[in-house]
């Protein structure tokens, strides 16, 4: 059986290059060239805010021997003569967590914002000082929640569940210190995730990809926290997801991608991107006999409530 490949490049640019560098990328439209590739789940630049040079990629094949096939491709020569122009260094490996590569853009891109936290696939490396390092992110003007934060039983190999619902314990707790509202990851754990959130009553949030019953929805609604929901609500097999989208208020509901996965009938199985986020609001309209225009509207009004901003 065949398993995905998760690379991590980092890359130091030359003096005062990386901007030069991401934008020879996308002008001669390497990146979108890449993503196109069979095989290809994710590709990802993001650039650090306390160094100026530096770069993370973050690229997933579906199989060692597709992302082979890649780097022989003609794109990736030129991507070569790109860094040989504008890169100083490269290193691949697997990179440990660090809260330090976040890309907020907050002076040059004023509708980007951030959350910040520990997602549940990644606290196999989780050590105190971590929570010290999202605290100091969290004070980020472009910072508007702790997230994405969760339970993830879903893959044997993630790490071990009472590691999982201490960090979500911990970072819940953080969440309700600074007074902010959580991003919250559920996939197989509803019973342990909606445990540990009872034991924070004061704090709000909202349920990513929402998968769980009419019941679930209801107690969470009436917790103060919302629903979001993503191209999987257009499936043909999807059973829950209508029916809560029926039940709960309007002022609870959100829509999402989490791209690069779950793309929306009639794209299903292609690469995730917000071009296709429409069609879920078209579906809740179909669902709740409204417009996609007052969809749209309703849940860019919910965002940005919540959010505050």
């Known amino acids: ?171 819940l707790a953080l969440a309700q210190e600074l007074q902010l509202p959580v991003i919250i990851h559920d996939r197989d754990a509803h019973a342990d995730t909606m445990d540990i959130v009872r034991e924070f009553p004061r704090v709000r949030g909202v349920f990513h990809c929402f998968a769980g019953s009419v019941e679930m929805a209801r107690e969470l609604v009436d917790r103060g926290w919302c629903l979001s929901f993503n191209g999987a609500a257009t499936f043909k097999n999807a059973r829950k997801a209508p029916e809560v989208i029926r039940a709960v208020p309007m002022e609870r509901l959100m829509i999402e991608t989490d791209a690069p996965y779950l793309t929306p009938v009639p794209y299903r199985g292609r690469r995730n991107d917000s071009t296709y986020v429409h069609l879920v609001a078209e579906r809740i309209a179909q669902l709740r006999d409204m417009t996609p225009a007052a969809v749209e509207q309703a849940t860019w009004d919910n965002g940005k409530r919540f959010f505050g901003i």
């Open 1 to 171: 059986m065949e398993t995905t490949l998760t690379l991590y490049v980092r890359y130091l640019a030359k003096p005062g290059c990386r901007e030069n560098f991401l934008r020879q990328l996308t002008t001669e439209g390497i990146i979108d060239a890449i993503r196109r590739e069979d095989g290809c789940l994710r590709y990802d630049y993001f650039l650090s805010v306390q160094n100026a040079d530096e770069i993370l990629l973050v690229e997933q094949w579906e199989s060692e021997e597709k992302q082979q096939v890649h780097l022989r491709t003609a794109h990736m020569d030129r991507l070569r003569e790109l860094k040989a122009q504008y890169v100083a260094d490269a290193r691949l490996g697997k990179v440990r967590l660090d809260l330090s590569l976040i890309h907020i853009s907050a002076p040059t891109r004023p509708h980007i914002y951030a959350a910040v936290g520990i997602h549940p696939e990644n606290c196999g490396d989780f050590r105190p000082e971590h929570l010290t390092e999202i605290r100091a992110l969290a004070q980020e003007d472009k910072v508007v929640a702790i997230g994405e934060i969760g339970l993830d039983y879903y893959w044997p190999e993630n790490p071990p569940r009472d590691l999982q619902q201490q960090v979500l314990r911990q970072q």
